[in-house]
């Protein structure tokens, strides 16, 4: 093969990857700025189930987006270690929301909770460190339909929602 030809095969080669790059990377950026947020609007009835090492942590929540970027979720938080039941909480989020570059941006603005262990209120302390207000939460958003939302933390974990009727 003469230099030449080399040469060539290997522009080409070069520019088929870089327009597979600029191709992937647009993707992306397309992708991020194709969420309708419109369709987060309403309510959602999510749950959430994860073990690691003996503990199991189930949360079954209802959450609601407002156009306005405000938000509620109102759930159950259940953990349990070596199938023991351990702590079962009862709770109330309120926050602002807003979707940035393909990711839900959840910062908490109230929190209040019952331990339903016991039947008591949790402490504003408890709380507190349990669920810090002003603490932006950033999942992207992997599915948004009219019927089904699915999010993943920044672990990786995912969260599932059923739009409610």
Known sequence: MSMFK??????????????????????????????????LYGN???????????????????????????????GNLKVTVGGMLV???????????????????????HVQGTNLTNNSKLGAAELAEMFPTG???RSFIVELSDQKLITQDEESVNFECSRKR
């Open 44 to 74: 959602w009835a999510c749950s959430h189930e994860e073990s690691d090492e003996g503990t199991h942590i189930s949360a079954i929540f209802d959450v609601s987006y407002n156009a306005n970027g405000t938000s509620r979720s109102l």
């Open 135 to 137: 603490d932006t939460d």
């Open 6 to 39: 080399y040469q060539n095969r290997c522009k080409t080669t070069f520019n088929t990857l870089l327009a597979g790059l600029l191709a992937s990377v647009c993707s992306v950026s397309v992708q991020a700025a194709a969420i309708d947020e419109a369709k």
């Open 87 to 109: 702590m079962t909480n009862q709770y109330d989020f309120q926050g602002n929301w807003e979707i940035k570059d393909g990711y839900l941006l959840e910062t908490t603005t």
